[in-house]
């Protein structure tokens, strides 16, 4: 198995950046296919597809770019190594259910994506190949531009559908319409956990570069930051995390998984947030 992520080091002068994009892959080894039930385009919609290539410039304006291109359906690196669904490995904690946890055991759309639990030497491989690299390879730039800057801040790059999926799926599964059409989520949504991961010149910074935009913004909802945000957050020793989730109409068409007209405008967005997170991380307090 080759490298499961891809690191881009900057091209421009460097700055305390890093764009950290875990969920862009979609490369499935044949030896993580034979477990996986999950449809081909299950595949497809729980990917952040595109995001890698939406902040493709982020290396010109002084950012290391980390980019997971392994499927979140073989590990999810922004989940943590004890989120361990016990329905998706054998001998697993019968205590601990999340379906989207570090192997998901349903897809986004609420189908079964695997058809047998794994079994521990499985996990360990995916763990070993997969998620300790990833994880050792993000602390390592982390550690590096902290030296180098005297602080750290780490852009956790995602995409969102538009809309709750799994209510959409499930209610054309019943048939039921009681409920009412799904609530449109923002256009970005920074998660920080509460306001925790990072100061707020960098949390308020996403929102105000958004809204200049005329995009709509929502703090911690429906995503308040995943494994990544938690574990690297750190302020108070100079590191901060935002998870910066587009929703996907923003660049997609949803439906036929193709990127929109407006793809250049987002991705410029993108370079330009990079750049502004830069400036506000060498600017002083």
Same mark, same amino acid.
């Given at each position: 198995?080759g490298a499961p992520?891809?690191?881009?080091d900057?091209?421009?002068p460097?700055i305390?950046?890093?764009?950290?994009?875990p969920h862009?892959?979609?490369?499935?080894? /044949?030896?993580?296919?034979? @477990?996986?039930s999950a449809?081909?385009? #299950?595949? +497809? &919609?729980?990917?952040?597809?595109?995001? !890698?290539?939406?902040?493709q410039?982020a290396?010109?304006?002084?950012a290391t770019?980390?980019?997971?291109?392994?499927?979140?359906?073989?590990?999810?690196?922004?989940r943590?190594?004890?989120?361990?669904d016990g329905?998706?490995?054998e001998?697993g904690?019968?205590?601990?259910r999340m379906?989207?946890?570090?192997?998901?055991?349903?897809?986004?759309?609420g189908?079964?994506?695997?058809n047998?639990?794994?079994t521990s030497?499985e996990?360990e491989?995916?763990l070993?190949?997969?998620?300790?690299?990833?994880?050792?390879?993000?602390?390592s730039i982390?550690?590096?531009?902290?030296?180098?800057?005297?602080?750290a801040?780490?852009? /956790?790059?995602h995409?969102? @559908?538009?809309?709750?999926?799994?209510? #959409?799926? +499930? &209610?054309s599964?019943?048939g039921?319409? !009681?409920?009412?059409?799904?609530?449109?989520?923002a256009?970005?949504?920074?998660?920080?956990r509460?306001?925790?991961?990072?100061?707020?010149?960098?949390?308020?910074?996403v929102e105000?570069?958004?809204?200049?935009s005329?995009?709509?913004?929502?703090?911690?909802?429906?995503?308040a930051g995943?494994?990544?945000t938690?574990?690297y957050?750190?302020?108070?020793?100079?590191?901060?995390?935002v998870?910066v989730e587009?929703a996907r109409?923003?660049y997609?068409d949803?439906?036929a998984?193709?990127?929109?007209q407006t793809?250049?405008?987002?991705?410029?967005?993108?370079?330009?947030?990079?750049?502004r997170m830069g400036?506000?991380?060498i600017?002083?307090p």
């Amino acid at each position: 198995m080759g490298a499961p992520f891809e690191r881009i080091d900057p091209s421009g002068p460097e700055i305390p950046i890093i764009v950290e994009v875990p969920h862009a892959g979609l490369e499935l080894e /044949a030896r993580f296919l034979e @477990p996986l039930s999950a449809p081909a385009r #299950a595949i +497809a &919609r729980d990917a952040d597809l595109y995001v !890698d290539a939406l902040y493709q410039d982020a290396p010109a304006v002084g950012a290391t770019v980390l980019a997971c291109r392994v499927s979140r359906y073989v590990i999810d690196v922004n989940r943590a190594e004890s989120d361990v669904d016990g329905e998706v490995v054998e001998g697993g904690r019968a205590d601990i259910r999340m379906q989207h946890g570090l192997v998901w055991r349903t897809t986004g759309d609420g189908e079964q994506a695997l058809n047998r639990r794994l079994t521990s030497f499985e996990l360990e491989e995916r763990l070993a190949l997969v998620w300790r690299p990833y994880h050792r390879e993000l602390a390592s730039i982390i550690e590096r531009k902290r030296s180098l800057f005297g602080v750290a801040v780490v852009l /956790a790059a995602h995409s969102m @559908p538009s809309v709750e999926r799994g209510l #959409a799926a +499930a &209610r054309s599964r019943t048939g039921r319409s !009681d409920q009412g059409p799904s609530e449109p989520r923002a256009d970005v949504v920074p998660g920080t956990r509460g306001r925790k991961s990072a100061a707020a010149k960098f949390i308020d910074g996403v929102e105000t570069h958004a809204r200049a935009s005329g995009w709509s913004v929502r703090h911690d909802d429906p995503y308040a930051g995943g494994f990544t945000t938690q574990r690297y957050g750190r302020p108070s020793d100079c590191v901060h995390a935002v998870q910066v989730e587009l929703a996907r109409r923003l660049y997609l068409d949803e439906g036929a998984l193709r990127p929109l007209q407006t793809f250049p405008q987002v991705r410029d967005w993108c370079r330009s947030l990079v750049a502004r997170m830069g400036a506000l991380a060498i600017s002083s307090p």
